[in-house]
């Protein structure tokens, strides 16, 4: 069974950066399809990125695209979310999920790490 681990966040400014990483455990991350979400208080969880296995597909909520992105190192076991151009908006808990594909996640979920933009 697999265990995810989020690290990185925090506070940062308006148009600041940010990476998030997943360390995951067990053998068959390399079969995996990863991806990130988002709840932010008051609001329903949403989708952020997701990636492929291989690291050949990657599927973006329009709200982060082009600046936001997804990536994985399968040597290290580890998913990463760089975040740039942030916005006080992107301020939630950003969770890593794991699962079949892109569009089939949710099969096992990390405990979450807070990211807070400041205006």
């Known amino acids: 069974q697999m265990q995810l681990a989020e690290s990185g966040g925090g506070l940062v400014q308006a148009g600041g950066s940010l990476r998030l990483s997943c360390a995951a455990s067990?053998?068959?991350?390399?079969?995996?399809?990863m991806g990130w979400f988002r709840q932010a208080p008051g609001k329903e969880r949403e989708f952020v990125a997701a990636?492929?296995?291989?690291?050949?597909?990657?599927r973006y909520a329009d709200f982060v695209k082009g600046r936001f992105t997804i990536s994985r190192d399968n040597t290290k076991n580890t998913v990463y979310l760089q975040m740039n151009s942030l916005k006080p908006e992107d301020t939630a808990v950003y969770s890593c999920?794991?699962?079949?594909?892109?569009?089939?996640?949710?099969?096992?979920w990390g405990q979450g790490t807070q990211v807070t933009v400041s205006s």
């Open positions: 999920t794991a699962g079949t594909t892109p569009s089939n996640l949710g099969n096992y």
């Open positions: 067990g053998l068959t991350f390399r079969n995996s399809a």
């Open positions: 990636i492929s296995n291989s690291g050949g597909i990657r």
